[in-house]
Structure formats: structure tokens, C-alpha cells
């Protein structure tokens, strides 16, 4: 992870927020725990009431509207209501939250 990565995560959240309020996005993966490779992707976690009505490909397709960073990306959206039931025990929803940055 570097600074660059970090501020274009911050442009990227407030061009979805445009559309999307977020309740929080969780930047985690290899790239912050610094164990990726050349080819590693950019994980992040996405909440927001605005996702209820929508399903998960639909969540995931209006993201990339807004996506300008030169690396692949894994979008994960929840609802508030989804992201407390998977935050619950051992999940990735909690291991973000351990060991992510909330951007």
C-alpha cells in the first residue's frame, strides 16, 4: 500500500458518495497487510442504505462508474443491514474490520 493508492481511495469514495452515502468503506487484503504480488487486487468493503434494491451485481456494476485507479478492483457491497449480520463471527466482513483501513 502507498500514499498514492490511499488518496486515489479517498478521490474514489467521494465520487460515490455523489450517489452512494457511504456508512463506511474498508480498504483490506494483501495490499494492506503488504503481501501482494504484481497481479493483486484492490479489496474493499462498501456500505450503504442506498445498495437496498439493488442486487449484488447491480451494487457492483455502478461501482466501477466511478473507479479511476489503474489496478484491478473486488468490490464487496452491503447494506447497513447485511454488514452487521456478516460482521458476526468469522467472517471476511470481520477480518476487514481487524485488520483493514477504514478510508
Do not use: H
Not at 3 to 17: C, D, H, I, N, S
Not at 37 to 57: A, M, T
Amino acid at each position: 500500500m502507498n500514499k498514492a493508492t490511499v488518496a486515489g481511495l479517498k478521490e474514489f469514495k467521494k465520487k460515490v458518495e455523489t450517489r452512494f452515502p457511504l456508512d463506511i468503506l474498508i480498504f483490506f487484503g494483501s495490499r494492506t497487510r503488504k503481501t501482494q504480488r504484481k497481479d493483486s487486487d484492490i479489496d474493499l468493503i462498501l456500505v450503504s442504505e442506498k445498495f437496498k434494491g439493488l442486487n449484488f451485481f447491480q451494487r457492483v456494476a455502478r461501482m466501477y462508474d466511478f473507479w479511476r485507479l489503474r489496478c484491478p478492483v473486488d468490490f464487496i457491497c452491503y447494506t447497513p443491514e447485511e454488514f452487521k449480520e456478516f460482521k458476526q463471527g468469522a467472517t471476511m466482513v470481520s477480518e476487514a474490520l481487524k485488520t483493514g483501513i477504514v478510508i
